[in-house]
């Protein structure tokens, strides 16, 4: 399992491993800065999974997966690499997406760039007040009425 993504389901024994596998890989590159040294402890690392890959008791596989689990919190580097886009990046959620009306604001020149999307777009916003006025024509509003 990833960190920071939820599980919507479930997993199998195999993507289980195959994760573990890849956060080991990652751990190793927290610690190895080398590529050469990496790639050495990164090989001997894929000679373990390679071992226990045939075993066909799910139980086993369960045990050993568990104790792979262990293994990597026990050698977790305590300062580990982040992308910085990903979250707890220094830039994840940096860029904040503009809202939807900045485009009202768009010169007609820019807008007839665009001329299907604009075009789809009006009308969309013409549904949208229709499905406003329908829901909300009669609602008084609480402010003005104590």
Same mark, same amino acid.
Do not use: C
């Given at each position: 399992?990833?960190?920071?993504?939820?599980?919507?389901?479930?997993?199998?024994?195999?993507?289980?491993? *195959?994760?573990?596998?890849?956060?080991?890989?990652?751990?190793? %590159? $927290?610690?190895? #800065? @080398?590529? %050469?040294?990496?790639?050495?402890?990164?090989?001997? /690392?894929?000679?373990?999974? #390679?071992? $226990? @890959?045939?075993?066909? #008791?799910?139980?086993?596989?369960?045990?050993? !997966?568990? *104790?792979?689990? +262990? $293994? !990597?919190? *026990?050698?977790?580097?305590?300062?580990?690499?982040?992308?910085?886009?990903?979250?707890?990046?220094?830039?994840?959620?940096?860029?904040?997406?503009?809202?939807?009306?900045?485009?009202?604001?768009?010169?007609? !020149? %820019?807008?007839? *760039?665009?001329? +299907?999307?604009?075009?789809?777009? +009006?009308? /969309?916003?013409?549904?949208?007040?229709? !499905?406003?006025?329908?829901?909300?024509?009669?609602?008084? #509003? @609480?402010?003005?009425? $104590?």
């Amino acid at each position: 399992m990833s960190v920071g993504i939820p599980v919507l389901g479930l997993v199998s024994h195999t993507r289980k491993v *195959q994760s573990l596998y890849k956060r080991v890989l990652r751990n190793l %590159e $927290n610690y190895y #800065d @080398k590529r %050469e040294v990496y790639r050495y402890h990164a090989v001997i /690392m894929r000679a373990e999974f #390679d071992k $226990n @890959k045939d075993i066909k #008791d799910i139980r086993v596989a369960r045990e050993l !997966l568990h *104790q792979g689990e +262990e $293994n !990597l919190f *026990q050698k977790m580097h305590p300062i580990q690499k982040k992308f910085p886009e990903s979250p707890g990046g220094v830039a994840y959620g940096r860029e904040v997406p503009s809202p939807d009306w900045v485009l009202d604001y768009w010169h007609p !020149l %820019e807008k007839a *760039q665009y001329p +299907e999307y604009f075009a789809k777009r +009006e009308e /969309m916003k013409k549904e949208y007040v229709k !499905l406003w006025e329908k829901l909300y024509k009669n609602v008084p #509003d @609480k402010k003005f009425h $104590n």
